[in-house]
């Protein structure tokens, strides 16, 4: 099983980026997916998170209005559009798979997990 992300880059603030993820291997449109994030010194954190059928979202508070994750489980992949980029999102973003509904924040409750893309932003 390989999840490959890309979309990473440098932007200048109020910039955008879309991240995507592609499953292989295994297909994941029975799992929630979702995103985190992990700067530098600091830990690993929950972005955002999708259901099975996309019925239930959620993001951290520090991106919503700003991040839009969505998925195509025909394609086995799924995505975060990150608008209005701020310096503070700088990081490594990496997709992930596997958890449910009520684990979806939780980055213990995902079993799969891509090697990451770097998001840089200049201020």
């Known amino acids: 099983v390989q999840l490959v992300e890309s979309g990473g880059g440098w932007v200048q603030t109020g910039g955008s980026l879309r991240l995507s993820c592609v499953a292989s291997?295994?297909?994941?449109?029975?799992?929630?997916v979702g995103w985190f994030r992990e700067a530098p010194r600091k830990e690993r954190e929950f972005v955002a998170a999708?259901?099975?059928?996309?019925?239930?979202?959620t993001y951290t508070d520090p991106v919503k209005g700003r991040f839009t994750i969505s998925r195509d489980n025909a394609k086995n992949t799924w995505y975060l559009q990150l608008n209005s980029l701020k310096p503070e999102d700088a990081a490594v973003y990496y997709c992930?798979?596997?958890?449910?509904?009520?684990?979806?924040?939780?980055?213990?409750?995902?079993?799969?997990w891509g090697q990451g893309t770097q998001v840089t932003v200049s201020s």
């Open positions: 291997g295994r297909t994941f449109s029975s799992s929630v």
């Open positions: 992930a798979a596997g958890a449910n509904v009520r684990t979806m924040t939780r980055d213990t409750a995902y079993g799969y």
């Open positions: 999708i259901s099975r059928s996309g019925s239930e979202i």
